[in-house]
T-cell receptor, first 114, second 113 residues
């Protein structure tokens, strides 16, 4: 079974620029998550999709972050404009169902904002 | 407000000995707990979990203990192996949270050969 694919692996941008991350979940996984992991902290949920609908985006800074999961498969997470404090690893994860705790995480995208 | 706390940032043990990783939580609604393991440049991988209806769950060399009255759980690795060297995250969720996980900051385990 192929894992969760994320790209790019690394990204360096200047503050106020925009950036987008892409995630392809495991085939057949209905639930998709984006987590933000700041250095020295645990992952924090940004947004959760069930198919192409948003289940939870309560911790997504909506003034600058947006995410979509068109057709209920791939997902993109965008930051516009980026701030220095957005430097983090952005992890995508997927699971079979909404109440399934055993996520499979991708390797993440490491974002550095300078 | 940190609801899941891993107060020790690092732990070093000798190969073959027991590793005990601790985790505390403050939210009484949590009823499901997980441990994830993370190697550098990789995403976290699920290791073991426990429901609040149990106080122990075992899987090979890994055992998780839950003390609900103390709001404390621990992961025991016996015997520890050098390949176990990684960052270990404790995570928690509750029924109705749509499987949203709240993670601790992680503990870096180093197993010395």
């Amino acid at each position: 079974e192929a894992g969760v694919a994320q790209s790019p692996r690394y990204k360096i941008i200047e503050k106020r620029q925009s950036v987008a991350f892409w995630c392809n979940p495991i085939s057949g996984h209905a639930t998709l998550y984006w987590y933000q992991q700041i250095l020295g902290q645990g992952p924090k949920l940004l947004i959760q999709f069930q198919n192409n609908g948003v289940v939870d985006d309560s911790q997504l800074p909506k003034d600058r972050f947006s995410a979509e999961r068109l057709k209920g498969v791939d997902s993109t997470l965008k930051i516009q404009p980026a701030k220095l404090e957005d430097s983090a690893v952005y992890l995508c994860a997927s699971s079979v169902a909404q109440e399934s705790y055993g996520y499979t995480f991708g390797s993440g995208t490491r974002l550095t904002v300078v | 407000d940190q609801q899941v706390k891993q107060n020790s940032p690092s732990l070093s043990v000798q190969e073959g000995r027991i590793s005990i990783l601790n985790c505390d939580y403050t939210n009484s609604m949590f009823d499901y707990f997980l441990w994830y393991k993370k190697y550098p440049a990789e995403g976290p991988t699920f290791l073991i979990s426990i429901s609040s209806i149990k106080d122990k769950n075992e899987d090979g060399r890994f055992t998780v203990f839950l003390n609900k009255s103390a709001k404390h759980l621990s992961l025991h690795i016996v015997p520890s192996q050098p390949g176990d060297s990684a960052v270990y995250f404790c995570a928690a969720s509750y029924t109705g949270a749509n499987s949203k996980l709240t993670f601790g900051k992680g503990i870096t385990l180093s197993v010395r050969p």
